[in-house]
């Protein structure tokens, strides 16, 4: 094998890395499982990151000559011209690390980073739900809402690299500000946190439910977006109207997003999406009703398809463009 | 001159036809204008259209050869790929004219087509305020709130060519549809058409104001956004309570664009931006306060530099474009 003929992926997060050896492709050949040290020094994780990425390099046979380069999905505000991550809340010792240079003195190879929801995105549109799409945006709901763009191929990362924070779109400018700076922003209002938050209030202003067990349970630490979905399935009556005012802004967020960007396709992704019917679909329904020129209609919102390995596989895809690119 | 020296650049309106010879970086050699015979046939628009190029070729001393291709920014939904007027308001018999294809057997050259407010996004991208920036917005705030997006110095146009519809973002779920699909859609509430509107609705329903002299004036076509600016200066509390509203709503919007796209400039142009200091400044300074980690705080926002030849300049650089990829 030559260096042209496979790359590394590895996604980084709070407790996991994951690390493929692939083909460009995409074509997976081994992959390896290590703990994440997070606690430790930003040396340590990244050491760790290098020995899971060896180690997947061995069970696949390869040689360090046959490896390419290698690609990078980190939890966090990446800046990745840079190749350092700027701050991450779930690497607390990685922030400001020049973790590009790092890696790739250890790996001796070229290295190439990226946030893991950009990068999940780019895994999906190269390999999965959206293989063979060009413009497309992968959504992630679950405690925020996030996103990937992909336009002509490409990451859509803007003119300084923080373009695609649909999750601080204004749906309700009276609306209010949750965890953002934006009022009524995205994620304020239909995110799981949002959920739970609003059902909570509610709750607490004295609106009955039987969702006031869960709230009061000492075990569990206040109530979750799980809690609203099983409470709606049995017929709750507040929960029901949470999940019906969260859905309104859920479709017009949707809406905002294919009357600006007109993307071929929608994934989405997230422990949101595990309530497509009760939640998804009905917002996708809105979307289309509600969108200019009715083109809504004509965009497929579609799960993802890679599942828990979207963002090593998007670092495989990264790792593969960088050896186009060399 | 050889047939790489000079392109053609053509903008057609409901009332007006603009023609400009020009180098292909953007110098303008001649220009003519013919008044738009919109309510004649589409082939004698598009022949009206062919005249006014030649007149422009004509003052230019330029013959055929030394032409390498023309561009056409025209009003209305235009289908870019195919070279077709799909619909226009101002154009109402071109609707569904293969215009490229009739045009460029007329003159004999390669012709290229867009939707003007786009086109004049190119423009200011490559010869006006947006010179040297490969990414940014151009917003025409009048009636309505049309965009053209520039990213990577190109138009970006989406899947299906229906990509910068921002007048059709959601930023009020619970709002009023106006004229849109989309309840609460920018454009509803807070373009001079809303201006207009709610100021007539508010008066209609009692609420006091110097306006209502306008408003019953038989004379004039109802309130204008105009009106409502006039009524602001001289102290009307209504029209500035209207208009503290609207900026509500105008920077809610920027800060969603500014969140979504991360452009790295953002040039406003149309009626409602000769009320800079009175609507665009207030909500700009909004959109920096609220913007994602303050990133709005880094992105320009600037009026157009090539006023009313924007769409034909744009069409200027479409034909060079053309040329070079030919």
Redesign the interface.
Known sequence: MTANDAVLGIDVGGTKILALAARPDGTTLASAVAETPSRETAERVISAMADTARAAMTKAGLGIDSIGSAGVAAAG?IDARAGTIVHSPHLATMSNTPVVAVLSQLLGMPVAIGNDANIAALGEQRYGAGKG???LVFLTISTGIGAGVI??GKL???????????G???????GPYGA?????AWES?CSGTALARIATERITAGERSSMSTALLDTNQEGLTARDVFAACRSGDALAQDIVADAI??LG??L???V??????KIIIGGGLSNEWDAYIAPAVALMR???????GK?TPVVPPALGAEAGALGAVALASDALHQA
């Open positions: 505000a799409v060009q413009d336009i002509d859509f990362t803007g003119s300084a690299g923080y373009a695609g924070e649909v601080h779109m204004t749906v309700d400018a009276h953002s700076t934006t009022p009524g209002l309104v802004y017009a967020g809406t905002s997003l009357n600006l960007l007109n993307p071929a009703e509600q969108s200019f020129a009715g083109i004509l």
